[in-house]
């Protein structure tokens, strides 16, 4: 995805956007959300590449215990959860997922974990686009 910017690095809305964005499209993001966004630099690296580093709260939507029971055993659940979770049902998703304890923990809903990361973004055609 491209994005606004100056010279310098991505606009710090851009940054936020695109971080809740490529934290919607994994596992993770189907049960927790992102909270308190902010960016505490912008770091020219090379050329037209920047490196932000950001912090910011991942909150639990769920528990552990829910997540992995909709993974591992979906017909126990609605249609529509797995219908929200259809890219990551079966043992693929349940080792990710139980991948995600050896950072959290058995996580359980509304819990937080304070989380701080660095996100590379390259300038192409005069937008900056998030590197994975």
């Known amino acids: 995805m491209l994005f606004a910017c100056n010279e310098s690095g991505p606009l710090p809305e851009i940054v936020t956007a695109s971080l809740k964005e490529s934290h919607e499209e994994t596992l993770i993001g189907l049960v927790s959300h992102l909270e308190d966004v902010t960016i505490s ?71 937080r974990f304070n989380v701080v990361r660095e996100i590379d973004f390259v300038k192409i055609k005069g937008k900056w686009v998030g590197q994975p």
Request: without cysteine.
């Open 41 to 111: 630099g912008i770091e020219p690296i090379a050329g037209d590449r920047s490196r932000v580093s950001v912090r910011y709260e991942l909150v639990f939507d769920m528990d552990f215990s829910r997540a992995i029971r909709i993974l591992a055993d979906p017909g126990s659940v609605s249609g529509g959860e797995r219908e929200r979770f259809r890219d990551h049902l079966g043992i693929i998703g349940t080792v990710e997922l139980t991948g995600l304890t050896s950072l959290y923990g058995e996580f359980e809903k509304g819990q």
